[in-house]
């Protein structure tokens, strides 16, 4: 192998390798979402550069510093999330993100990884025999509650169920006894039909509801879920060919680009392209898990298999969504659909798993 | 603390905590990659186990059938001059379905388009009476540049249907109104009987409403074509796959002369009239006008309230087609049929009355309105109208010799012709009488009977018939729909072809021999003749009898004796047989005889009859579409200032 220049040898290129794979694969599924023009590919192109640019240097960056930092930012971004509600509630419309001149920024988004090294660094702190006790669980809980709480009034349902999924499996992953986390599902299930009643906007509900019969509405909201389901279903085994999806070209399915990104793509590239996307993520979450496993300390453990699950919460919610298993709750496939957000904090988690990872390879115990 | 107080556990070291996230990781792994293996085998079952049932899903998506209305059949008249035709036609629709926002996509397409405040009103009571996708018209006959504004903004514009497709048009316009009748919208009673057939509500589809256009139906519709395209979820055109051509509906092929028909229906004037025109050869209906009429072409694209307010309230009845669904009392108009009559019952021709003009019969007094005739004999008394000739020997000739007579001759009689609706009236007679009024016949009513009035009730097209019957000695039979078979009349069976010779002599004396309509001689060699007739619509009292008779001038329009004409031409070799009638136009030689002249002669000389029309026109303030025009707009701009429209005055 020819000699390259230290900084670009470490890089983890086996797990670099899936994620350009992906995008790629994401590129050309969105130049034919477009009808066979670049008008969402360009940019997303554009955008993935960017980003991996960013992932690539936070990897060059200590875990110390995410851990050092990862209550500031927490709270940095609870605030954010308070303005936004603020604002929201002056102007009299519900809004999610903040404009900082040419970028939006949505704060539930960030929130994503955040909570995640905010209870990793919060279970760090702890002593470990303390684990069992009441002080191990009611700070997390409310690390969770209070950013969960006001993206849940947004409101944004996907995104509050990923934050709070993101900070519960740091939670398991700390050894909080398992016989609480089997009482909260039992709780869960008393608690969920009241929340259905009284805690849910209307529109979400409607989308519970439909998502469990989509066929009652099928021209109305179940219709996301229906047409969905149909290019699916229509793709078959090796799908229609290139360019060649009707329910996407002709607008029968909605958001194309966006949330249905899969579906559009299941309908050309048929069971194959799907099951090549459900193994490029496979691999990307087993490397992050990886990454957890071979790591040191305690924050640098808990922070990557919290986010080597995030990123897995993004990919099974969505396709749950697009194959009609979830409600319509509004989350994009990260490196394959349109957009900033997603990629942004996939690639945030990224960069901090790089970081972990760079820090376990140069190990001196392994070396 | 959560934990057993009573029986702590080993405390957790960092050792342990790292074992059991070890533990944890793999377990967290593992779930996440049955989940991955969940979906996989879901998107299995939806992509593989499922995919022929969503692969139809898709298709249905993309392919709609459309039905192609086919092009109605062309009504021509009898040298195949199209009465009804199609022309291209493009329009908007709204599909009450598709649409999210009515109020929205209203008011872009009266920005669009234009639309009267009028129309929109029309189309927002269509649109709350319409249902699913049955389409509601807002628009049709646009220019392209209109239909082109509408189909650029289509996917702005849900619900909205814009469409090129054909309409029909009806070149003479009012002209032929009450003869064709008109196509329209089917409505939900239609697409019912049809058993919901969805032609019924393809967009631009158009059924028969009236006259021949509905009776006519079956042959005019034609066989839709298909059209499988590929549409967007918006509904809009990718490609056609696979069109099945429409079948054009058979011509029509009708008796009218439609060059007579429209000379007729302008000659009427302003008049509320009725005329037919027969050939006595074979029946052939060569024109069948009612007037004033509607015009076809704005009833076909769906007639606005102003419309269809100002003929309703016409009293003139524009919207009753006169010849069929109007009866009238023939007055003197039978006496020619009442003459056969008397002869076949053994009257001497030569006989003479005295005519006095006021005959007494019991208690009641009859008059001659064209007497004293003095002593009077047939001939004359046909030529001259003399009444009282007529009461006395009817009466010698009685009841049981004349109403059969006249039923031969049409009277009373309903004819097989495709129209939707026809009264054909009463010729009375002693068992009617008795069924229907429950009392004797009286001589008086023979007397009544005998100048066609009492009970006695026709429309115009009987007269026609009548006329036709008296001149070919034959029971002919009036039709439309032309066919190729000369049809074979019966002679009328008991009839002495001498006695109708006879009459028909003194018919033409009316007009050639110093008769009631001796102004009216055509001037043409052909010679016409015919019989004037007076039918009186309100009773004179002895008290106006004997301060003199009002004359029709003074009474209201409403009021004054219906004027009757009845004729064939030439006299000498008859071929068309006529009747005329204007509705309160007084004296039969006053409205309807210069009609016939006019008619009669444009058959023998055009340019001699169009010339006379002519100088009518200018008379009446133009030709009838600009009177019709005309007389719309004043009834819009009084509605629009809120005052009450002028009631049609060029009739008084």
Known sequence: MPRLPGPIATLPWSMLFIVLALTGFGLVVLYSAAGGELTWALPQGVRFAVFLAMAIAMGFVRPAFYKDWAFAAYAAIVVMLVLVEAIGAISGGAQRWLDFGPIRLQPSELM?????????????????????????????????????????????????????????????????????????????????????????????????????????????????????????????????????????????????????????????????????????????????????????????????????????LYMAINLAMVMGLAPVVGIPLPLVSYGGSAIMTVMICLGVLMSIDRQNRLDPRRR | ?????????????????????????????????????????????????????????????????????????????????????????????????????????????????????????????????????????????????????????????????????????YPQGAAVGHLV???????????EAENHNPLLIAPGFKVGKNGLEKTEETRLRGRPGEARVEVTARGRLVRELRTVPDVPGAPLHTTIDLGLQTYVARRCGEQSAAAVVIDVTN???????????????????????????????????????????????????????????????????????????????????????????????????????????????????GVENISPVARKFGMGERFELPFPSQRYGTWPDPDWLRRRFHRAWQSYDTVNMSIGQGYVLVNPLQQAVMVARIVSGRKVMPRIIAERT??????????????????????????????????????????????????????????????????????????????????????????????????????????????ARDVMTYLFDREKAMTALAALERQWGGTLEERMRRRAEQWAAARAAGVEPPPPAGHL
Request: glycine letters at 10%; a neutral charge.
């Open chain 1, 112 to 312: 994503k990884p955040a909570i995640v090294l905010a209870v990793a660094r919060f279970y760090d702190m702890l002593p470990a025999r303390e684990i069992r006790g009441w002080t191990a669980i009611w700070p997390a809980l409310t690390l969770i509650g209070v950013p969960a709480a006001l993206i849940l009034v947004q409101p944004d349902l996907g995104t509050a169920t990923m934050v709070t999924l993101g900070g519960v499996t740091v939670m398991f992953l700390a050894g909080v006894p398992l016989r609480l986390f089997i009482g909260a599902g039992l709780a869960g299930a008393v608690v969920a039909p009241l929340a259905y009643f009284f805690v849910l906007h209307d529109y979400q509900r409607q989308r519970i509801a439909i998502f469990l019969d989509p066929e009652r509405d099928p021209l109305g909201a179940g219709y996301h879920i229906t047409q969905s389901k149909i290019a699916i279903g229509a793709g078959g085994l090796t799908g229609t060919g290139f360019l060649q999806g009707t329910q996407s070209h002709f607008a029968f399915l909605p958001e194309p680009q966006t949330d249905f990104v899969f579906a559009t793509m299941a309908e050309e590239w048929g069971m194959i392209g799907g099951l090549f996307i459900i193994l490029c993520y496979a691999l990307l979450i087993r490397w992050g898990v990886r990454v957890a496993l071979d790591a040191r300390g305690r924050f640098e453990r808990l922070a990557a298999g919290g986010l080597a699950t995030t990123i897995f």
């Open chain 2, 1 to 169: 603390m959560i934990g057993r107080r009573g029986n702590p556990r080993p405390a957790v070291t960092e050792t342990v905590q790292q074992a059991i996230f070890s533990r944890r990781a793999v377990f967290l792994g593992a779930a996440q990659a049955g989940v991955a293996a969940l979906l996989a085998g879901r998107m299995g079952y939806i992509a593989i186990a499922q995919n022929q049932h969503y692969r139809e899903l898709a298709e249905e998506n993309r392919i709609q059938m459309r039905l192609i209305p086919p092009r109605r059949g062309w009504i021509v008249d009898r040298r195949g001059a199209p009465i009804a035709a199609n022309r291209s036609d493009f329009r908007v629709d709204l599909i009450p379905d598709r649409l999210d926002d009515p109020d929205r996509v209203i008011a872009e397409l009266t920005r669009l388009l234009g639309l009267s405040p009028d129309a929109v009103a029309q189309l927002r009571e269509d649109l709350a009476e319409a249902a699913g996708f049955q389409p509601v018209p807002v628009a049709e006959n646009l220019t392209f540049e209109q239909f082109a504004a509408v189909t650029l903004r289509q996917p702005e514009l849900p619900g909205v249907s814009p469409l090129r497709a054909f309409a029909r048009f």
């Open chain 2, 181 to 191: 009748g008109y196509v329209g919208t089917p409505n939900r009673e239609e697409y």
């Open chain 2, 283 to 397: 029946g052939d209906i060569l024109c069948f006008v009612s007037m004033p009429s509607f015009d076809p072409n704005s009833f076909s694209d769906g007639i606005s309230h102003a419309e269809w307010d100002m003929m309703s309230r016409d009293e003139r009845h524009p919207l009753i087609n006169k010849v069929m669904q109007g009866l009238y009392p023939p007055g003197s108009t039978c006496k020619p049929m009442t003459a056969v009559a008397l002869l076949e019952a053994g009257i001497d021709p030569e006989q003479r009355v005295n005519c006095q003009r006021a005959w007494r019969l019991g208690n009641a007094v009859f008059h001659c309105s064209g007497g004293p005739h003095g002593p009077i004999a047939l001939h004359q008394a046909i030529s001259k109208s003399c009444d009282i000739y007529f009461y006395q020997m009817a009466l010698q000739a």
């Open chain 2, 486 to 595: 000369q049809p074979a009349f019966e002679p009328l069976e008991g009839i002495d072809p001498g006695h109708l010779a006879f009459v028909r002599a003194a018919m033409s004396d009316v007009v050639n021999g110093g008769g009631t309509a001796s102004r009216f001689r055509l001037p043409v060699p052909e010679l016409m003749a015919g019989k004037t007739g007076t039918a009186q619509v309100r009773r004179i009292t002895m008290a106006e009898r004997a301060s003199g008779v009002r004359s029709n001038a003074s009474l209201a329009w409403r009021m004054r004796d219906h004027s009757w004409f009845i004729c064939f031409a030439p006299a000498q070799a008859p071929r068309y047989a006529a009747c005329f009638l204007v509705e309160h136009g007084g004296f039969g030689a006053s409205a309807a005889a210069p009609m």
